[in-house]
Every structure is written in C-alpha cells, then in structure tokens.
C-alpha cells in the first residue's frame, strides 16, 4: 500500500512566521501534490511538482512555497503565515506520466495560525 | 466559477438502501473523472474512476455513472453501510494521463450519512 505521511496532524504558529509543513512518500512517486481544504470549498491545489527540484503552481499558490530536494520528499513553505493560511492541508503522490493511477493522500495537518 | 459542482451539501440514506451522489462539470475539456471518499481527521482515499471514452464503471458495490451530454456523473452505492458514511468528494482533470498528475478540480463535497 501507498504509504503518504504529513509530519504533524496538529500545528498551531503565531501569524507572521515561517512555517514548514513536511510531506513523505514511500512508494517512489514522481509527482507529489499539496492541497487545502476549507469548509464549504473543497480541496483546492497549491503546488505540485513532476521531479526532483520541479514546481509547478496550482490554482492557490499566494502566500505559499514548496521545495523538492529529493524524490521521497515534498516540503510546503508558508513564508510569513497569516491568519487566512488557518486550514487542513493535504499531501498527495501519484505515479509518473503514462501511469493513469489516481493520487493518494495523507491524513492532513491541520494547521492554526494565531 | 465552480468547474465541479455537488449540489447537495449531505445525504441520508437508510442501511441497505442505495446511496446516489451527483455531480456536474461545467469544463467541457475534462476527460477522467474520480471518487475520493473522507472520514474525519483522514485523508481522501480514492473510491472509483471513469474515462470520458466510458458511460459506466464498476467496483463492487460501487458504480460511476458519467453522461458527458448532460455533463453530468453520478455515484450510486449498493447496498448502503453505516460504514460508507464520509464525505465524498467529485474530481475532474483534462489532464492526458488521467487523475495520476495534472490539475485535479474537487467539488465541494457531499457528506454520507447512512443510518442503521
């Protein structure tokens, strides 16, 4: 089984700093995805990425960063929080191209910006 | 402009009864279409999927119905479970190769409720 794990499911920071949220993958995915969830909104992309070191912006990406230094590893980067960036955030990994799997996901963190 | 809508916010349905969750796209470019299935304090887990060439897919007690005239997909779930209640969540993609990359639009979901 795919195995994606968020490194906190609970994570509470104080507005204007900067905050990482971690995101593993064990089943050697090319693509790795990071998503939010709102109420009333449903999930909606920030970034993803198709390779090592790649990034490609997602329909949300304001406020945010990701990095990629290796394969297994996804990293969202909230460069200076804000109250707005309170949420449930999601990690996903799929397969390469040419694959049509679906995208799995983790548990999510849900983070608190005060 | 919502591109993936789910019109009903919840659903209740009694156990063993059958459960249909809709959805309407408004993208004419979308060609796959997914069901990902939500507990609380869990991540989406995926349920099923159909390719725009498809009208019908099934799974077991799960089938994805997908009438691309009317823009329209459907859940249907037989027999129902209390353990089927979650939040169930449409997605579309015009992506080439399917739901695995590629921009994934979400509905806003539907919350499942079966009673025993």
């Known amino acids: 089984d795919v195995k994606v794990t968020q490194s906190s499911r609970y994570l509470v920071k104080r507005t204007g700093e900067k905050v990482f949220l971690e995101c593993v993958q064990d089943m050697d995915h090319e693509n790795m995805f990071w998503y939010r969830q709102d109420p009333g909104l449903g999930l909606r992309l920030i970034y993803f990425s198709y390779d090592v070191k790649m990034k490609e912006k997602g329909d949300i990406p304001e406020g945010y960063s990701v990095s990629r230094e290796k394969k297994e590893r996804f990293s969202l980067i909230l460069e200076s929080a804000s109250t707005n960036q309170t949420s449930m955030y999601l990690c996903?990994?799929?397969?390469?191209?040419?694959?049509?799997?679906?995208?799995?996901f983790g548990d999510g963190t849900r983070l608190s910006i005060l | 402009d919502q591109q993936v809508k789910q019109n009903s916010p919840s659903l209740s349905v009694q156990e063993g009864r059958i459960s249909i969750l809709n959805c309407d796209y408004t993208?004419?470019?979308?060609?796959?279409f997914l069901w990902y299935k939500k507990y609380p304090a869990e991540g989406p887990t995926f349920l099923i999927s159909?390719?725009?060439?498809?009208d019908k897919n099934e799974d077991g007690r799960f089938t994805v119905f997908l009438n691309k005239s009317a823009k329209h997909l459907s859940l249907h779930i037989v027999p129902s479970q209390p353990g089927d209640s979650a939040v169930y969540f449409c997605?579309?993609?015009?992506?080439?190769?399917?739901?695995?990359?590629?921009?994934?639009?979400f509905g806003k979901g539907t919350k499942l409720s079966v009673k025993p």
């Open positions: 996903a990994s799929s397969l390469g191209a040419n694959s049509n799997q679906p995208q799995h």
């Open positions: 993208n004419s470019m979308f060609d796959y």
């Open positions: 997605a579309a993609t015009s992506s080439p190769y399917g739901g695995s990359q590629g921009n994934l639009i």
């Open positions: 159909i390719s725009s060439i498809k």
